[in-house]
């Protein structure tokens, strides 16, 4: 879940398939000569004027921050997977029920922008020179992904995937989409339930899945990982699940998937979950809300990959952070192998001229020994919050411009980078800035920006 400054609905998803990891970003304006009356209709259904200024009033909610604690560290193992082996173009799909997502806000230290161009805009006098060395690889492939009418729950729609050797994987808030690359085809359409069920879960996360996915392919095991959060009644009653399917094979359609439903707290929502492939493990970040409304700081899990690929009871080490920080981001790894023995990196936003990194060692023999360092500030140019945007609808689009962009990539070409980027202001329009962080064992430094 996410704010949105006014509900969108994505009438439609692009995918785009590339042969490199690469960033694509793409802006999309149309004119119509529909009639207002037309433009209402499509928009909001038959929802009424009073319909749709209650959810504008509920929909979305500054959240109270609560007071600072120190580091909390946790450690655990769960249940043996549930299981099934279901060809998953055999599963009758049912439409997910449309329905309003409340959103709790993390307020922002960062200020907004204004008409003063960003530092290191390209066309800013104190911008640095920056010589293109290679082009973007073009998509190889295109296509149209899951449409809201047999797809969609709700506002943000929390689009989401991953690219593996022959398969493409979508998710969306409410379903799930797998694809063949060549020639892109979507061979399986499913909402969350549906694919959780055929994958084996039960209980909550066969009945309950709520949304903001996640979707990643492990390349150090040939594994897909499809993930969201559940929570068997209202929202701020709890507790709540992360649900983690794990395919047995490369083939995410017909061979079988394990089924992990984690809970993550009693206590708290967490929001904004986000996966990382990592060395030694798959990696989650969220944001922790007390009753699902009282910040209480980001939370950082691993989860030890040998037990995911084969159904064992999984385990796992966290640690949740004070309420002065949020919306840490894991390094993936998907261009590069690790060196064996490096711990995972975590990046956010610190002010407006700081990123924070922490550092993650994880000791599966002995789990209570694992440690979660930092933050370590890094220096930036100053920047300013992205306005959000207005679609030609009316509909605003939220820039998300308080957090770093899912995901942070690591590089080891050469030496080890980090790339992160974000949404900035600049001349009182969205920007994007981008960032490579040089990591090693020894020292942190910012590259280029």
Request: aromatic share 8%; proline share 6%; with cysteine.
């Amino acid at each position: 879940m996410r704010a949105v400054a006014r509900r969108h609905r994505s009438i439609i998803s692009t995918i785009a398939v590339v042969t490199l990891s690469a960033l694509a970003l793409t802006a999309c304006a149309g004119t119509s000569s529909e009639s207002e009356a037309e433009r209402e209709r499509e928009r909001y259904g038959s929802e009424s004027p009073e319909q749709r200024a209650e959810e504008a009033a509920n929909g979305e909610f500054d959240a109270k921050i609560a007071p600072p604690v120190p580091t909390q560290q946790f450690t655990g193992r769960t249940a043996r997977a549930t299981t099934a082996s279901v060809d998953l173009r055999t599963v009758t799909n049912q439409a997910p029920a449309k329905k309003l997502r409340v959103e709790a806000m993390i307020p922002s230290m960062i200020p907004g922008g204004g008409p003063k161009a960003d530092p290191l805009a390209r066309n800013s006098l104190s911008a640095p020179a920056v010589t293109a060395v290679a082009q973007a690889p073009a998509p190889t492939v295109t296509g149209d992904g899951l449409d809201f009418t047999s797809f969609g729950t709700g506002w943000p729609p929390d689009t989401t995937g991953d690219v593996g050797p022959t398969h493409y994987i979508q998710a969306v808030n409410g379903s799930v989409g797998i694809y063949t690359k060549a020639p892109l085809t979507r061979v399986v359409g499913l909402s969350l339930n549906k694919f959780f069920q055929a994958a084996g879960a039960t209980g909550t996360c066969a009945t309950a899945n709520q949304g903001d996915p996640t979707v990643v392919y492990d390349q150090i095991s040939g594994r897909w990982i499809v993930s969201d959060f559940a929570w068997p009644a209202g929202i701020s009653q709890g507790p709540w699940y992360q649900c983690i399917a794990v395919s047995k094979t490369a083939d995410p359609v017909a061979g079988g998937w394990w089924v992990y439903s984690v809970v993550v707290s009693t206590t708290a929502l967490q929001d904004y979950p986000k996966m990382s492939v990592w060395g030694d493990g798959i990696y989650m970040t969220a944001n922790m809300f007390n009753n699902a409304s009282l910040f209480s700081g980001a939370r950082v899990w691993a989860f030890n990959r040998d037990d995911l690929v084969s159904g064992a009871a999984l385990r796992y080490v966290s640690f949740q952070t004070s309420s002065s920080y949020g919306s840490l981001l894991a390094a993936n790894a998907r261009a590069s192998a690790v060196p064996a023995g490096t711990g995972e990196y975590f990046l956010s936003l610190g002010s407006s001229t700081t990123l924070r990194m922490w550092r993650m060692n994880v000791n599966w023999t002995t789990t209570s020994l694992s440690t979660f360092t930092g933050p370590t500030n890094i220096s930036v140019a100053s920047y300013t919050r992205a306005p959000s945007g207005t679609q030609p609808t009316g509909d605003s689009l939220d820039a998300l411009s308080d957090r770093l962009m899912n995901r942070v990539q690591y590089t080891a070409t050469g030496t080890p980078s980090l790339w992160a980027t974000h949404s900035v202001s600049s001349s009182s329009k969205g920007a994007i800035r981008w960032y490579q962080i040089d990591v090693d064992r020894k020292s942190t430094r910012l590259n280029s920006s």
